[in-house]
């Protein structure tokens, strides 16, 4: 089963995405992954396949300013959750995309979470892999470090923070062939660097973190929330929280695993993601 990879242009923006298009089955709504900090689609590269063989349509964008997506100045692209909310409305707008399950993970996953808040009509069910979603999170050290006057600058220069953040994320090592891809961006051009360092700049976390967490106590969707336990920087107790408050949640833990699941646990991810997502079109 194979990944395909497209651009399209969205206004004056150009979004990266990687496609898995489905086998057999076509009434299946189709789902849209979304990725954190710092990293890009290529995160979903095992979750993909297994949902298009069992005829789930599988959409994962670069953010913008991420991955192979543009990575415009901040005068042109102000790097706010409401910028990035109303990039992916385009994009979404632009695939023709009218009913979808969403996937989020991760800082800047959140930001998905408040898209799916301001456009509930079009989520048919929404999946929440070790997001912040409670006003109780903080940026990492980690992450904030990245944002810092003058020190930023240099550190969203390093191609090597990418390793460190997600093996520090994740707590295991991730093959040299996929940190490779992941570096990609920081080696091709000083943009990639920028970008993140005005994401965290603008991040607004916990004005973002309001809104989620009122937002998901009456949200009615089906909602699931898979939760890494080994998470260094977003408790477990984060998500028991939300899904006690919430209407339809269903929370499964993963131990031993850290802040990016389905970097090294895809498999049994996929055992809850894919009945979970398996919605007919049909209704």
């Known amino acids: 089963m194979s990944i395909t990879e497209h651009k399209i242009k969205v206004g004056e923006l150009e979004w990266f995405y990687r496609l898995a298009e489905p086998i057999g089955r076509t009434d299946l709504l189709p789902v849209l992954l979304l990725h954190g900090l710092p990293s890009q689609s290529y995160s979903w590269r095992n979750i993909m396949p297994a949902l298009a063989a069992q005829g789930t349509k599988a959409i994962a964008p670069d953010w913008i300013g991420y991955g192979f997506s543009a990575k415009p100045e901040k005068r042109e692209f102000a790097y706010t959750p409401d910028a990035f909310i109303t990039a992916l409305a385009q994009f979404v707008e632009a695939l023709e995309l009218k009913k979808f399950s969403l996937v989020v993970q991760g800082f800047l996953g959140s930001v998905g979470l408040q898209y799916a808040l301001r456009h509930s ?30 020190a930023g600058d240099v550190f969203t220069q390093d191609p090597l923070l990418v390793d460190r953040t997600l093996e520090g994320g994740s707590r295991y090592q991730i093959p040299d062939a996929d940190l490779d891809i992941y570096r ?14 005005t994401t965290i700049r603008n991040l607004q976390l916990q004005q973002s ?32 929280h939300s899904a006690s408050a919430m209407q339809q949640a269903e ?30 079109a049909k209704g």
Request: no cysteine.
């Open 251 to 280: 929370i499964i833990q993963l131990q031993n695993v850290g802040h990016y699941p389905q970097e090294h646990y895809h498999e049994t991810i996929l055992e809850d993601l894919l009945p979970f997502v398996r919605r007919s």
């Open 121 to 150: 009509d079009q989520i048919a069910s929404l999946v929440i892999l070790n997001t912040p979603i409670s006003t109780t999170a903080k940026l990492p050290w980690k992450m904030q470090q990245l944002g810092l006057p003058l």
């Open 209 to 240: 973190m309001k809104e989620i967490e009122s937002g998901l106590q009456k949200w009615q969707q089906p909602t699931l929330i898979v939760w890494g336990m080994k998470d260094p920087w977003l408790p477990l107790s984060m998500a028991q």
């Open 184 to 197: 990609k961006p920081f080696l091709k051009s000083s943009a990639a660097g920028r970008s993140l360092m």
